[in-house]
Structures are given as structure tokens and as C-alpha cells.
């Protein structure tokens, strides 16, 4: 058996395509870069470091986009004192893409502290990205003082509610959830019951083949619910996606990527390009990480997302800045 | 005549009980304000998350993690902006009660002031 045969799902005990084996594969991987590679419902992933001897097929695809997130600019503490240069530095590895991305989704926490010149900062960096187009949603940190007022003016324009949004692109079906408002004491991420009875309705007309990407910056999956990693209604949110044959589902906020499987869906969160935070209750308290500056860049970084259409795939590549 | 001096003699006398009254409650010292009271925030947690104050304190929240964190009672009644780094935020509890309130951005993070 040759090393990639040993990356393929030997068990599927459940006839859902995935089996705990390839799963938790995959999950060691997320830490250094990863290739998910989702192929008819079949999980199947490779390290990145093996990307070329995937060849271009694998990645390619009809449709590239790439999520930034955690941008957090205005922070200037120890971990990472400059974070614009480490967005910059994203936007290099986003231009260098053999696969030019048609658009970027940004899954929040912008700003660090909600500051007009922390988000004209980050519009201005983000200008010298190729794709043009960037898809927001807000990060607690986009929304402080103002319930978001300044958020949606600049980012959300033509969105509902507190900025929640859906939009297709190649036959794939986005939507752009708001998981950062009106939390409750003791509680995690929150949509609310009237961004899921709109959620609901959008897509009650869509067909189940449709594919869908669902991007919203708390984890919409109960990763550390100690640190108030997930979000109290998202099992709700999910039920209304449960018709459609392939749900991906992307989240920032916890400036580590992760990924888990579970039946049609695939939830990955992407790196930070400001600074990382800790392994789920690796420390005392989810704050940023400090680490020697010549590691820093090996912990942030972007994901490049690409559609296969033909084999109605979405594979999704985690890549560091470092 | 001895009557009726006898007689003013026990009304000054009373007077001056009254006055003498009147000058021992206000010779006893004013109630001071009470001192006011910290909350620190450290590693994502309010220290101590439980304070006990007297009516009329002043309490001061400051953060001290590298993350900006918020006050926000449980009613909503009092209410911080998000206060970054080394920030304060202040509030006079008045009347005795509980006070529960947490984090907006973080709300595992829980505290409570009791009011007496």
C-alpha cells in the first residue's frame, strides 16, 4: 500500500463516506496544512507538503475562493506587534496562488477594537489582493460600542438584520451568518430566532444538490464550549440544512484551524493572520499566544477553497504564512 | 417667687439636656463614604468574581488581559464600552441587591456584586 492509499477511508462503517481513521487524519494534519479533498461524500485528505504529487486535477476546480479571517488590526501587543505586515503577507500568499481565486471571504474580527482607521487599515491591504470581491461577516471585535452600526456601513451593505447575507456564485450557495450579537450570560456564539427563521427561508427553494458553504466567524460546532468555542443554536441552523448533500461550513475566531466531519457536513476553521490562540484548554485562558517571532508565521495563515464541479467536491487547503 | 425661679431652673435645665442632645449627635463623625472597590480582569475571568460592597461604593473594573473585555449586567442597566488594555470602567452601586453581570464579547466570563 503506497502512502496516499493509507490517507483513503479503509472503514466506512456507516455508508456516510467517512470513517474515524481518515477523520482524525485529517485532524492531525490542520495544524501544519492540509488538502481535504470531499469526492462524492468521501473525505479524503493529504498533507500539503504532498499538494504536487496530487497534481492539478485534485485542486482544481471551477471555482476558487479563499477565506481570510482574524485580522484584529489595531492589536500591537507581544505574539505579534505588527499585524499588518502579517496581512500583508497573507495577501502575497493569495496573489502567488496557482489557482487565481475568484473572490475572498472574510470570516471576521477585522478590526481589533472596532476603530474607523483599523478598518480603512485593512481595506487598504486588502486592495492589493487580486480578487477584488470580499465577502464579510462580523467578528465580536467588528461591533464593539456601536451594536455594529459602523460594521454594516462599511461591510455589509444590502445585508439583513445584524449583517447576515446570501449570495450564489457557480451554482454554490453562500451564506454569510452573524453568530456575534446579543450574546447571553454564561452563553456562547448566538444566531437568534430571527436570522434562523430568515436562514430557513432562504433556502427552502434551493435543490438539494446544491452545494452549500456557510461562513460566520464563532464556530458553528461545539469545538471548546469552556472558552465558548461554538454557537448555543447552530444544531438549529443545521437542521435547516439538512436536505442538501454537501454543506461546508467555515469559521475564524479561534486563530487555529480545525476540522471535523459529521454525516453531509464539514466544518473547518482557518487561522488567524494576526496571532494565534491557544489548543482548546491548552492554557489557563484562550488569549493570543505568545511565541518566538521566528515560529509566529508558521502559526497564521489562509485557506484556499476550490469547487470541483464535476465532482462535486469542494477541497479545502490550509497554508501557513511561514 | 422661689417657685418660679425653681420652675426656669428646670426648664433651662431641660433645654440644656435637649441642646446638650443635639451636640453629642453632632459630634459624632459623618458616614464616610465607603472606600471604593477593584475588580481586575485577568486570563479572561473577573477577580474576585464575587464582591461584596456597602451601598454608596464605587467599584472599578480594569482589564488587564491583552484582549478587550466588557461590563454588562445581566439586565442590561449597567453597561461598559469595551475597555481595552489597561482600561477602567467605574459604577456606584446606590441600592443593596445582587448584581450579576458578565462579559458582552466573552460571556463565559461571570462576576457578581452583592450590595448591602
Redo the contacts between chains.
Sequence with gaps: MDERGKDEILHDHNHDGIDRRGFLKCMAWAGTGALCVIDGGVLKSYSLSRLSEIGEKEAEGELSFVQISDSHMG?N???NPDVASTLKAAVDKINALPIPPQFMLHTGDIS???KPEEFDNVEQILKSANPKTVFYVPG??DV??DEGAQYRERFGKGSQGSGWHSFDQKGIHFIGLVNVMN??????GSLGAEQLAWLEKDVTHLSKSTPIVVFAHIPLWSVYP???WGTEDSAQALGHLKKFGSVTVLNGHIHQTMQKVEGNVTFHTAASTAFPQPKPGAA?????MKVPDDQLRGLLGVTDVNYIQRRHALAVIDSTLG | MTRRVLYIAAIATMLMAILAGRQTTQAAPPAAPPAGADVKID???FTPATLTVRAGTEVTWTNR????HTVLS?DKSIKS??L??DEKFSYTFTKPGTY???C?????M?GTIVVE
Design positions: 492589536f501587543k507581544p505574539a481589533h477594537l472596532s465580536e471585535h464593539l460600542n450574546l447571553k450570560a454564561g452563553g456562547m469552556e472558552w465558548g489557563p485562558a484562550p488569549g493570543p | 486570563n479572561f475571568a488581559d491583552d484582549i478587550p445581566d464600552k469595551a481595552d488594555t450579576s453581570y458578565f458582552s464579547l466573552h460571556p463565559k461571570k
